[in-house]
């Protein structure tokens, strides 16, 4: 009896079969676990790069009031000051002309050279300006208009040759055509055989001049 009884005592080894099947069992399960988090923190980084980001709002393109363009500048136009001619050629001052016609504004200030005068234009000076004066006096002259343009050239304005000066121009010295951009033209003076004019316009845009040994004509885009 003894001996069956010693036989017996290797039966405890089940025991140690089943904590190894339990730590086994637990091993798997965290490797499980761990691997389902790591499926989860992959899908989550996917889900992250695959979200478009944000574009930066582009500002609304500026267009002029009404919502309209402004009338396009004309070939060869200047905003730029021209300072040019001939001084050798001082003619008579003799008449404005006005029109706006096909898109431009135009002003024409018209000579009667003398006979030896040369074929070129007189001396004239155009320039844009903050504030249009008077010829010699330097007073301010209300004239129509958001940009104002000067205008002037060599010519006689009034002849000095006798005793009493005799007009030589004798037309208006203000016109107010109200034309898309030339709104007003002011005569600011005939002195020492030099006239000005002033111009008012609705908006700042550039002239193209057209000078001749009889003429002087400044060309604006209407609008």
Not at 88 to 97: E, S
Not at 198 to 223: F, I, M, N, Q, W
Request: aromatic share 8%; net charge negative.
């Amino acid at each position: 009896m003894v001996a069956e009884a010693e036989a017996a005592e290797p039966a405890p080894a089940p025991a140690e079969k089943r904590r190894l099947s339990v730590e086994e069992g637990y091993t798997s399960r965290m490797r499980r676990f761990a691997a389902v988090l790591l499926v989860a923190g992959f899908l989550s980084a996917c889900g992250q790069r695959a979200e478009p980001q944000a574009q930066p709002q582009q500002p609304p393109a500026e267009s002029e009031p009404g919502g309209q363009e402004g009338p396009a500048e004309i070939p060869g136009a200047t905003c730029k000051a021209t300072n040019e001619g001939n001084p050798a050629n001082f003619p008579d001052f003799t008449k404005v002309d006005l029109v706006s016609a096909e898109g431009v504004d135009r002003i024409t200030f018209e000579f009667d050279p003398q006979a030896n005068a040369p074929d070129a234009p007189p001396w004239h000076y155009v320039s844009f300006t903050d504030q249009l004066i008077t010829e010699g006096e330097g007073k301010p002259v209300e004239v129509e208009g958001e940009a104002f343009l000067v205008v002037s050239f060599q010519a006689v304005g009034h002849d000095l040759s006798g005793e009493t000066p005799v007009a030589v121009y004798t037309g208006p010295e203000r016109f107010t055509p109200g034309f898309g951009t030339l709104q007003e033209a002011v005569m600011l003076g005939d002195f020492e055989g030099q006239v000005s004019w002033g111009l008012g316009l609705s908006r700042k845009a550039c002239y193209r001049l057209d000078a001749g040994a009889d003429h002087l004509t400044v060309e604006l885009p209407s609008g």
